[in-house]
């Protein structure tokens, strides 16, 4: 690994100071209105992660979409 890599690393892992910049939807929850909005391929493999996520069911509504590509090169 190169020199400066790792030195930015070890600066990140010491010196960084960061805040958490998700924010709970429930902090505006009374305030405004929310609609959000999830594409995926495979919804069933990613709806355990979808109802684990806190600001997903927060949302007023929800919209869950499911993309499936087909293959149309049979070559």
Same mark, same amino acid.
Do not use: G, W
């Given at each position: 690994?190169?020199?400066? +890599? ?9 010196? /960084? ?5 998700? +924010?709970?939807?429930?902090s505006y929850y ?5 609609v959000q909005s ?13 109802? /684990?996520?806190?600001?997903?069911? /927060? ?8 993309t499936r590509i ?6």
């Open positions: 690994m190169d020199h400066f +890599v790792q030195k930015e690393m070890f600066q990140l892992r010491t010196n /960084a100071q960061y805040k958490l910049t998700i +924010v709970s939807l429930k009374s305030k405004k209105k929310f999830l594409n995926t391929c495979f919804l069933t493999l990613y709806f355990e992660d979808v109802v /684990a996520y806190p600001n997903m069911l /927060a949302s007023h509504s929800l919209c869950l979409n499911e087909k293959n149309v090169n049979l070559n």
